[in-house]
């Protein structure tokens, strides 16, 4: 019964905002990192962010600093990643996936969910 349920993705125009969600059950996120990864074609997945369980400690990919801002909502065991000033470089499919700590590889994290696609319009 864990999942992880991405949603909010879609077509949006460089300089334009996005937000995105995942739903997280059968676990609580007391307990759990959740982070954001995305993957453009022929290209690896990359880490994006990732809030830390307890305190909720941000942490940020370099190339979205300043754009993106994730935050959860313990209540709702959801997590969201804000983008805005999205760039066409920002196209890719957006994963959230949930382990015991932050970190920036995929390695170590223990649930994923579908993705979800972000594509920027020309």
């Known amino acids: 019964q864990v999942q992880l349920v991405e949603s909010g993705g879609g077509l949006v125009q460089s300089g334009g905002s996005l937000r995105l969600s995942c739903a997280a059950s059968g676990f609580s996120l007391d307990d759990y990192a959740i982070g954001w990864f995305r993957q453009a074609p022929g290209k690896e997945r990359e880490g994006v962010s990732c809030i830390s369980s307890g305190a909720g400690n941000t942490y940020y990919a370099d190339s979205v600093k300043g754009r993106f801002t994730i935050s959860r909502d313990n209540a709702k065991n959801t997590i969201y990643l804000q983008m805005n000033s999205l760039k066409p470089e920002d196209t890719a499919v957006y994963y959230c996936?949930?382990?015991?700590?932050?970190?920036?590889?995929?390695?170590?994290?223990?649930?994923w969910g579908q993705g979800t696609q972000v594509t920027l319009s020309s």
């Open positions: 996936a949930a382990g015991r700590k932050c970190r920036a590889g995929d390695i170590g994290y223990d649930y």
